[in-house]
């Protein structure tokens, strides 16, 4: 596995939670597997060793790289020891907001380490599986090295491209290919996802939906074409969660546990919920959450724009409560405190904070989600395994795990809409606060939501189809 960032070691969203989970899921198998990522100078060296010294050509010169190995839940990660990211305080840059000017040359350095490694180690590599545009060129230089490798490019969230200056790739002594560039005369550029995509022996992505969703302009990102000519080797898996994190029978953050045959902690959480989030202690009205970056990609434009917004609309009915939790775009942040100072069902929370996530998954009755695009989504998943059903916008992930109550009564356990706006959501909102006074078929839909499951032991077994399927069947 080749990715910048991986549990339990670096992280700034769900690529790192795939690629940690994931991993020990194939190895519990029986494969051996090796995770390669850079050493951030934020990450623990405790428990480190070094292993090998690897010498990486670059113009004018080489670099000199260190790599370092610790098992973690019997996978071996290998840290790729290098100024380039140990002297840096993020991932990508110092904020969200502004990248490193050099994540070109750095991640670069990344992909000619892996394919290093592969070359001078004893441990026989088959497999080459790439994370995200950090990875892209690694595709690319598998095949110029003639390795005797099968490779495979997951897209996590294919808006993320690695777009750079061509000219960035020359410092790097990288040979550049047409393929590898997006755009057109002067303006080509660089594009490392892209790279990923033309050279890998076959692509995944994170949910089925989103397999097809990608082959179409409106969710392409520009390389729909590209995705179209490759579509016979593109797959969509769906994410798996970790259930031993999330899981309500055991949750460390809950002292009240509840499971699909004892849902009546469940009750007991929702009302401890509204004392900690002032909110008024009324059983009988559902809390409907949201844990969320705060972003245009997560739907909050149709959400709170507008002289009246769709929040509002909903705030001032009072048959509900929300507790939101998330930070993000100023702008949200601030509509989003004005409504919470205005209505007294409403929680505004800007924080980022592990436990409240948990106890919002797990005491409310129903999570918003109007995402424009979700690849997968994480946070329906952990609302249907703790009983808290989803309201949300039928795309990409979400659409793969949720059943919709009104198609499905028997087998339901959430509420999707196809069209994204005010309207909609308020409409969709109101749907599902009729059907939690419908006690008889709520109560069937939150015990289908909460036997749910979404480890990641189904979803390795699909992973190790392909990689199976590229090695002749043979492993």
Not at 23 to 46: A, H, L
Not at 82 to 104: A, M, Q, V, W
Not at 287 to 293: A, C, F, L, P, T
Request: with cysteine; proline share 3%.
């Amino acid at each position: 596995m080749l990715t910048s960032e991986t549990v339990p070691f670096s992280k700034s969203g769900g690529l790192a939670d795939v690629v940690g989970a994931l991993s020990s899921s194939i190895q519990k198998t029986g494969d051996s597997v090796k995770v390669m990522m850079p050493m951030y100078g934020f990450i623990n060296r405790k428990g480190f060793k070094k292993e090998t010294l690897l010498k990486i050509k670059v113009l004018g010169g080489e670099e000199t790289v260190q790599i370092l190995v610790k098992k973690h839940r019997k996978v071996d990660y290998l840290a790729v020891d290098h100024p380039l990211f140990s002297e840096r305080n993020g991932i990508y840059g110092d904020t969200s907001f502004k990248p490193y000017s050099d994540n070109c040359y750095r991640f670069l350095l990344l992909s000619k380490a892996a394919i290093e490694y592969i070359k001078t180690s004893e441990w026989k590599c088959n497999i080459l599986h790439a994370h995200d545009w950090t990875a892209g060129p690694a595709m690319y230089l598998a095949k110029e090295a003639k390795l005797k490798v099968k490779t495979i490019f997951t897209i996590h969230n294919l808006a993320y491209q690695g777009d750079f200056s061509r000219f960035d790739i020359l410092r790097s002594d990288f040979t550049p290919s047409e393929k590898m560039l997006s755009g057109t005369g002067l303006e080509k550029r660089f594009n490392m996802l892209k790279t990923g995509l033309e050279y890998a022996d076959w692509i995944t992505t994170v949910s089925p939906t989103y397999a097809k969703e990608i082959c179409e302009a409106a969710q392409g990102c520009g390389l729909d074409p590209l995705l179209r000519s490759r579509s016979a080797v593109l797959s969509g898996i769906l994410n798996g969660i970790d259930n031993k994190e999330w899981n309500p029978a055991k949750d460390v953050f809950f002292t009240q546990h509840f499971t699909a045959r004892k849902q009546a902690p469940k009750a007991e959480l929702k009302a401890l919920a509204q004392k900690m989030f002032n909110l008024p202690c009324d059983p009988d009205k559902p809390i409907i959450g949201m844990i969320s970056r705060l972003a245009e990609q997560k739907g909050f434009h149709e959400l709170l724009d507008g002289d009246m917004s769709a929040l509002e609309r909903i705030a001032k009915e009072d048959k509900c409560q929300f507790i939101i939790i998330g930070t993000g775009d100023e702008r949200f942040e601030n509509k989003l405190r004005d409504i919470g100072a205005r209505y007294e069902n409403v929680s505004t929370n800007i924080v980022f904070s592990a436990e409240l996530s948990h106890i919002v998954e797990g005491a409310c009755d129903f999570f918003l989600m109007p995402s424009r695009y979700e690849p997968c989504g994480l946070n329906q998943m952990y609302s249907l395994v703790y009983g808290t059903l989803p309201i949300a916008h039928r795309t990409g992930g979400l659409a793969d795990s949720i059943i919709d109550v009104g198609e499905d009564i028997i087998h339901g356990n959430g509420f999707l809409f196809s069209d994204l706006n005010a309207d909609e959501i308020v409409k969709h909102v109101n749907r599902a606060i009729e059907f939690y006074h419908d006690k008889e078929h709520f109560s069937i839909a939150r015990t289908n939501a909460l036997k749910c499951d979404f480890s990641w032991d189904e979803s390795a077994k699909e992973y190790i189809k392909i990689y199976s399927q590229l090695l002749g069947g043979a492993r």
